[in-house]
């Protein structure tokens, strides 16, 4: 889920993703007249038109943008949130190189579709409990051929407990039920679900939400750095400072993150933002205090009008 001022974009799904397995090689293309949508699990599913692109399409359940799918070219991330996690993408794994990824939340599939145009021959599982929102995208955004993606419906943590350890060189954790993370995926035990699944020199990237005082959000970073050894946080400066509710993407590893690398994309991009690590990650943190199982709560709503 996205959270930016003046009409935002991002993901509303379930606890983690929906499912009907879907297959290694999926051909298709985008229906060319959207369908008047269709009811899933968080409401009614429409798909928009973007005007610019005439095959993509923005993905709303009941009004709230969640994914943008452009089948023409799936290198191309739309919400600023997306951009960052693909950065941590790009920067995973030398450039090609394929990956064992897993994604904990699917909406329209757009980091999995991305992820399998940068690095083919990557194998993704997606965890995404609702199961008529997989369908009805599947449908009219149907998966590139060749694309090795499968999609489970399971909530995010179940995938990850049926899941080998040391399975993964990539878990992408972009998990909302409505507009937000549900309390059993913020915790510390959710991070030691995650780094069990890892191989000891994977990459945990994470889309997190929250709004001033970022309360939660510093206590869901600190659940992160009481496990890995490397973690950094990027976000808008306003967000960062929170002046707004927005998205801010965490990055986190057991070997040296391309912080240096990470900085300079993030800047560069259009909605240019600030990475956070070492010292300045730790003054940022306050001395906040990991969340837990036996403490955690969802991720703060949107406050009125976040999506225009």
Known sequence: MAARRGGTGGRRRRGSAPGGSTGPAEAGTAT???????????????????????????????????????????????????????????????????????????????????????????????????????????????????????????????????????????????????????????????????RRVLRPTGTLAVNLTDGPPLTHLRARVAAVTARFAEVCLAAEPAVLRGRRFGNAVLAAADVPLPVAELSRRNAAGPTAGRVLSGADLRDFLAGARPLTDADAAASPAPPPGTFG
Do not use: K, M, W
Request: negative net charge.
């Open 32 to 194: 060319g007249t959207p369908p008047d949508g269709a009811p899933v699990a968080g409401g009614l599913a429409v798909l928009v038109p973007d005007p610019d692109r005439p095959r993509a399409r923005e993905l709303r359940v009941d009004g709230a943008p969640q994914s943008h799918v452009d089948p023409d070219d799936p290198h191309r991330l739309v919400f600023s949130y997306q951009r960052r996690l693909g950065h941590v993408i790009d920067l995973a794994a030398p450039p090609g190189r394929p990956l064992d990824a897993v994604h904990l939340g699917g909406g329209a599939l757009t980091l999995p579709r991305y992820l399998a145009a940068t690095r083919p021959r990557s194998t993704q599982q997606v965890a995404e409990p609702d199961v008529r929102l997989t369908e009805f995208v599947r449908e009219h955004l149907p998966l590139p051929r060749g694309a090795r993606i499968r999609v489970r419906a399971l909530d995010a943590r179940e995938l990850l407990e049926r899941l080998p350890e040391n399975s993964a060189d990539l878990v992408v954790a972009d998990v909302f039920d409505g507009a937000r993370t549900p309390a059993h995926c913020t915790g510390v035990e959710f991070v030691d679900a995650v």
